[in-house]
């Protein structure tokens, strides 16, 4: 196993069960340090064993000028990244010793298929928390529901992606 594989998998060993929480919590260093999200502020934490997304307003992330909202693409990054971040751990969950291999190629895969995006309110906030559930998980693919809220409690908008590995 290289360096970069461990930093994606919390340096598992092969054949042995994985503690799931050290794998969520290397999955979210090394979403964090993604020059794109960065560049957003977006940060992937962990919190109550789950995985969830967060980002601050900030003046470079509205989209509309006059009523000083959210850009759209920043609801959509958010929303895809925290579908694929919860989607890797789900694998992980899964996976039993004897099959962790075969999982770690998987989560070096794991791509986006397919993204609907639904906007559901416009992007006022302080802050926005994203979260994914698996609907489905198959061999070679998953689908998962992803919703993000502001910092009333919010749906700011909601999204279904596929993601192939």
Partial sequence: MNDVQKKWTGNIQLGSKVDLNVVLNQLTQVFNTSPYLAHNNMQM????????GYIEMAPNLIGNISFQILHG??????LDSIGGIVAMGELYSRAEP?????????????????????????????????????????RKGCTMRMTMLNDEGKPIAAGIASYAF
């Fill in 45 to 52: 934490r962990v919190v109550d064993g789950q995985i969830e």
């Fill in 73 to 78: 693409g920043v609801a959509a990054t958010l």
């Fill in 98 to 138: 004897d099959q962790m291999a075969d999982t770690l190629k998987k989560v070096s895969r794991l791509a986006t298929v397919d993204l609907r995006i639904d906007y559901l309110a416009p992007g006022r906030g302080q802050y926005f928390i994203a979260k994914a559930e698996t609907l489905r998980m198959g």
